[in-house]
C-alpha cells in the first residue's frame, strides 16, 4: 500500500499522458485538459500545506518566545490580514484594500529586494568581468557588447547593434541550442525512469 | 547596552522621519477628500520605509530590514493564497463542479456530461493534506504520485519535442546557403548583414557552436586531441551566451534599481 500503489499510480498516469500525444482525439485531448486542471488544483492543496507549515513555525516560534519572534508575528498578522481583505465581501481581488496592500506593500518590498541584488551583482561582475584568459574576455566582451546595444554610444551604435544582435541570433543561439539539447535528453531520461519505478526517491525512505 | 540605546535613538529617528514625511505628503495631497490626502501619505511613506528598510540590509542585517522581509512573506503568502483561491478554485474549479456555487460567486457555470472528473483531482487534494495527520501521513504519496506520474508522462512528449527535436532540426541547416560556385561567391563577396557571405558565416558558426557545445558536455571521454579542441570551442560559445546572461541579468537589475532611485527621488522627495 505504501510503496506499490503510488508505483502503480505513476505508471498509469505517465504512460497515459505520453501515450495521449500520440493519439490526436477528442477524449485524449478532454483527458489532457483534465490532467493539467487536475495538477493545478492540487497545486492549491499544496500551498494550504505551505501556509499550514508557515502558521506552525511562526506559531512555535511565538511560542517558546524564540530569538526575534517578534518577525513571525508581524508574518502571521500580515499573512491573516492580507487574506482577509482578499476575501469576497472585502471585494476579492480587485478590492480596494487588498490593492493598496498590493501596490505599497508587496511591489516596493519586491522591488526593493531584486534591485538590492544590483549592488552584489556589480561586485560579482568586477570579478567575473576581470580579462584575466581568453575565454574570461570572451565573457566580457559579450556582456559588455550586450549592455552597449541599449545605451545611446553615438555613431557607433549602429555597428554595435548589429554586432551585438548577430551575437545574440548566432553564437548565443548555438550555446542555448548544445544546452536545451542536453536538458531535453535529460529530462526524457528522468522522465523515463520516474515512470518505470526506477527513480523512486519522492516515496521516502519506509 | 550601548547599542540597544543606539538602537532606540535610531528608532526614534526613523519615527520622526516617517511623521514628518507623512504630515508633509497629506499636505501636498492632490484630492479634495482629507481622508483621501492622509492614507495616500501614510502609504507613500510607509512604502518609502519599506524601501529604505530593504535597502538597510546593504550596511548589514538590522531589525528594519528583518520586519520588511517578515512583512513580505506575510503578505505575499497572503497574496498567493487569495489569488489561488479566486484564479484556480473560482476561477477553475467552481464553474465545473456545481450551478449554486457559481451562482455564489457570480461566475457562469460550464455544464458538461464529464464534470466528475474534476473531482478527481479534489479527491488527490484532499488525499494530500492527510500529510499533516502523521498516523496516515503515508497516503499522501498518492497525490504526490499523480503529480510525479503526470509531470513525467507530460515532460516525456513536451521535452522530447520541444527541446531535443526541434534544436536538433534547427541546427542541420544548409551549410553553403544560395550557393552558385566559389567564383560567384568571391565576386559577391560583402560584409552586408543580409549578404551571402554572413549567411554562410553564421550557419557554420550555429551548426559548430552546436557540435562543440554537445562536445563539452559529453564527459565519456577524455577531453584530448581533436575532441579536445572541439570542446575548447565549446567553451567558447557557451561563454558568449553565459556573457549575455550575465549582461541581461546586470540590465535587469539596474534597471529596477533605477526604479526605486526613481520612487524615493521623484514620488517621494519630488526631486526628479
Known sequence: MKQQIPLVLVFVF????????????????????????????????????????QIHVGYNKIKRRAEDWQYSVVTLVSMFGMAFCGLSFMGGLNGPIFRQLYNNIFIPIQAAIFSLLAFYIASASYRAFRARSAVSTVLLVAALLL?????????????INQIGSWMLMVPNMAAKRAILIGVGLGSVATALKIVLGIERSYLGKD | ??????????????ALIFLVSWITRSGSGMSDSAFTNVRDGFLITFAVFLTLSIFSFLYRDNP????????????????WMSYGFWSTIVGNFVPRASRSLSEFFHVPY??????????????????????????IGWLSRWSLAFIIGATAGLNLTRYLRSDFISQVSNSFIPLFVDWKGAGDFVS????????????ILSNWVIFVGVMCGLVYFFFSKE??????????????????????SFGYTVMGRISLLVGRITFLFGDWLNIL
Open chain 2, 64 to 79: 528594519f530590514y528583518k520586519f520588511a522581509e517578515s512583512l513580505y512573506v506575510g503578505i505575499s503568502a497572503g497574496y
Open chain 1, 147 to 159: 549592455m552597449l546595444r541599449v545605451i545611446p554610444t553615438g555613431p557607433l551604435a549602429d555597428p
Open chain 2, 223 to 244: 577531453h584530448k586531441g581533436a575532441f579536445g579542441v572541439a570542446s575548447r570551442i565549446g567553451i567558447w560559445i557557451l561563454m558568449i551566451t553565459f556573457g549575455a
Open chain 2, 188 to 199: 559577391h563577396i560583402s560584409l552586408a548583414a543580409d549578404g551571402q557571405f554572413i549567411a
Open chain 2, 110 to 135: 460550464q455544464e458538461r456530461a464529464d464534470h466528475i472528473l474534476i473531482y478527481i483531482p479534489i479527491i488527490f487534494g484532499l488525499i494530500l493534506l492527510t500529510r499533516l495527520l502523521p498516523k
Open chain 2, 1 to 14: 547596552m550601548t547599542s540597544k540605546i543606539a538602537m532606540r535613538i535610531l528608532t526614534a529617528i526613523v
Open chain 1, 14 to 53: 505517465g504512460v497515459l499522458l505520453a501515450i495521449q500525444y500520440f493519439v490526436p482525439s477528442e477524449p485524449s485531448q478532454r483527458f489532457y485538459e483534465v490532467a493539467l486542471d487536475g495538477l493545478t488544483v492540487i497545486g492549491i492543496f499544496a500551498m494550504v500545506l505551505g501556509i499550514w507549515s
